[in-house]
């Protein structure tokens, strides 16, 4: 089946530094991906959406000059935090709707970001 | 109105029994709905999806869809331990629209 792969799965950084997280779709090619954070014990939010070769779509409330998102090719999609603050520690999933019809989105296995 | 709208429980059943997840979505044209399972600290992984009013089984999981009462649920047949996550119901509207619920947290007590 189709796989979203996203690195690292653990980051710790320091405060006012950046961070990247990478999304990678390995056997299909994803013109869109997603990008999720989730704070403990909360649902899923939608960050924003990649659209390769274009601008992504942020979300409501979601900083675009914060959340980096560059999608430059088919099959990968980078999320960059600038100047990370420790309130930006969470879980950071990416997703991407797999070509089978009745797949709906596939998840990489997220990334678990802590800003000391 | 959220878009999609779940029990965030926790829903507890003993080992063995059936468990039942219940989710209603706002979007009356909406055609398409996924059921995912996420472990803590770990990203969702698709279990079931369904289109068509009905049931559709697989294994010990079935998911019933009644359109006109825009309700999806996801019954889960000898509940095991292995089974307490968070349930996750999903509906795409339309085009790459997605909308998650809040997730409903299951405990299975051996």
């Known amino acids: 089946g189709a796989v979203v792969s996203q690195h690292p799965s653990r980051v710790i950084c320091k405060s006012g530094t950046s961070v990247k997280i990478e999304c990678r779709s390995l056997?299909?090619?994803?013109?869109?991906m997603f990008w999720y954070r989730q704070f403990p014990k909360q649902s899923l939010m939608l960050m924003a959406t990649?659209?390769?070769?274009?601008?992504?779509?942020?979300e409501q409330g979601v900083e675009k000059d914060k959340f980096l998102i560059n999608h430059a090719s088919l099959t990968l999609s980078t999320l960059t935090v600038t100047s990370a603050h420790p309130e930006d520690s969470s879980f950071y999933i990416c997703?991407?709707?797999?070509?089978?019809?009745?797949?709906?989105?596939?998840f990489g296995s997220g990334t678990r970001l802590t800003v000391v | 109105q959220k878009e999609v709208e779940q029990n965030s429980g926790p829903l507890s059943v003993p080992e063995g029994a059936i468990a039942s997840l219940n989710c209603t979505y706002s979007?009356?044209?909406?055609?398409?709905f996924f059921w995912y399972r996420q472990y803590s600290g770990k990203s969702p992984e698709l279990i079931m999806s369904?289109?068509?009013?009905g049931d559709k089984e697989d294994g010990r999981f079935t998911a019933q869809l009644n359109k006109a009462s825009q309700y999806v649920s996801l019954l889960i047949r000898d509940s095991q331990p292995s089974d307490s996550a968070t349930y996750l119901c999903?509906?795409?509207?339309?085009?790459?629209?997605?909308?998650f619920g809040t997730g409903t947290s299951l405990t299975v007590i051996p």
């Open positions: 056997d299909f090619q994803a013109t869109t």
């Open positions: 997703s991407a709707r797999t070509p089978r019809e009745g797949d709906g989105y596939t």
């Open positions: 999903a509906v795409n509207p339309a085009g790459n629209q997605f909308y």
């Open positions: 369904i289109y068509s009013n």
């Open positions: 990649s659209n390769e070769g274009s601008k992504a779509t942020y």
């Open positions: 979007d009356r044209g909406s055609q398409s």
